[in-house]
């Protein structure tokens, strides 16, 4: 797309939002501070590097296709987040499994690793000026086979887990020391059951008990950040979960930490776009996974919808942008996986920008005046605005690929890396 053309439509697209009292250039700097979480295990099919051939029994979670080239190292796996990151407008993070260490081919079990076995992504990280967030694995293991972990009845278990969890932690606090911003440390369990459980009560004990002793040892809050992901129900747990959001929820708000929303984990009919209001009254963050779940908890790639769009917006409406950290997570084997990172940030960014495009100060002014017909009219006239000669401008100020150009890059780059891989 041609430079003059783009830089010509932004002007014109300037003119219109400025009838409604929206300030797109100021809009622009907001978006350049804007930072994405992409996770790693897009880019492998949630496989890690402590065994190529590890199940995911176990683990309530379930990657579909079969698509050539998925990574199989940690440097294939940076390779094609270069190549995501390249085409992803503004400066993101990355957020990383405990699976994905550099073992160098020896043993290593969860309750034996360290932050050296993180060393190369650090130092990666820092080369390329990416911020790092950190994830425990308790699933694609022998102990968790049974579909409990955290709040397994067997002690030894649980203390296995708790051991992985607390080393953690400690890898979050040197990766937050080390990268000079606070690591995102979020905890989710695949702990739950198929099918009627009666002892519900006594697992969501075991599982208070459990996370009493992980944040025992506090740590400053400018080094790693604590969240607690829930879920409604998942593969193999479709009857019970023992972290359910009202657990979670509770757990989080009463102990001081920061509660994990995952787009995806909750019944398709929910909005979580309202949750956003709500428990901001009682807490300083939230965290979010940003997924499309499409009839079950099936981690679609995020796209332009309605809810991404509703969600954004409640965030932008709550002037509360610097107090939810936004994180990627999905996982698709059915397309190139280096492009599947693109489509979904790129989606998650256009959100946030149709968002803070909306002409709020007018709407308000409506809506404090009871005035409903000119709140929705404004609202329905906002969606043929010329939303998208902004978002071009904004990629060409980033310096990154605008319109469809990124899908070609993608092409090439699948054609000369990924296809190639055996």
């Not at 009682?282 to 509703?310: A, C, P, Y």
């Not at 397309?335 to 920008?353: D, E, H, M, S």
Request: charged share 30%; net charge negative.
């Amino acid at each position: 797309m041609d430079v003059k053309h783009i830089e010509r439509d932004y002007q014109n697209a300037r003119e219109e939002y400025a009838a409604y009292g929206v300030d797109t250039d100021s809009i622009m700097k907001i978006m350049e501070n804007v930072s994405l979480s992409l996770h790693c295990w897009q880019g492998d099919d949630v496989r890690g590097f402590e065994n190529p051939n590890a199940s995911l029994e176990g683990s309530g979670i379930q990657v579909t296709g079969q698509y050539p080239g998925r990574a199989r190292t940690a440097e294939e796996l940076r390779e094609d987040l270069e190549q995501a990151f390249s085409l992803i407008p503004g400066k993101h993070r990355l957020n990383l499994h405990a699976i994905y260490g550099e073992f160098e081919g020896k043993t290593v079990d969860r309750d034996e690793i360290r932050p050296e076995h993180f060393y190369g992504w650090i130092d990666w990280a820092r080369e390329k000026d990416i911020k790092l967030d950190f994830n425990c694995t308790c699933f694609s293991h022998p102990k968790a086979v049974s579909g409990f972990t955290l709040s397994h009845k067997e002690k030894s278990i649980r203390d296995f887990w708790i051991e992985h969890v607390k080393l953690c932690r400690t890898i979050s606090v040197y990766m937050g020391k080390e990268m000079r911003s606070p690591c995102i440390h979020n905890l989710w369990i695949p702990d739950g059951s198929k099918d009627i459980t009666v002892d519900r009560m006594n697992h969501r004990s075991l599982l208070t008990d459990s996370l009493d002793q992980i944040f025992e040892e506090e740590f400053p809050a400018v080094e790693i950040k604590d969240s607690l992901e829930s879920k409604l129900f998942g593969i193999g747990s479709e009857m019970f979960v023992v972290g359910s959001h009202e657990f979670y929820m509770g757990y989080a708000l009463s102990r001081g930490k920061m509660l994990c929303f995952d787009i995806g984990h909750f019944h398709p009919t929910e909005s979580v776009a309202d949750k956003i209001s709500a428990v901001l009254q009682f807490t300083d963050e939230i965290l979010l996974h940003v997924s499309r779940g499409i009839r079950w908890d099936s981690d679609h790639i995020v796209i332009l919808n309605d809810e991404i769009k509703d969600l954004m917006s409640e965030i932008i409406r709550s002037n509360a942008l610097d107090r939810v950290h936004i994180a990627l997570d999905f996982f698709d084997a059915s397309l190139n996986r280096a492009g599947a990172w693109v489509i979904g940030a790129r989606a998650t960014l256009k959100a946030i920008l149709l968002a803070l495009l909306e002409p709020r100060s007018k709407v308000l002014e409506a809506e404090n005046k009871n005035d409903y017909f000119t709140r929705l009219a404004l609202l329905e006239e906002m969606k043929s605005m010329p939303f998208g000669a902004v978002w071009n401008y904004f990629c060409l100020e980033m310096g990154v690929a605008v319109g469809e150009n990124w899908i070609t890059k993608i092409q090439q780059f699948d054609c000369d890396v990924t296809k190639k891989r055996v």
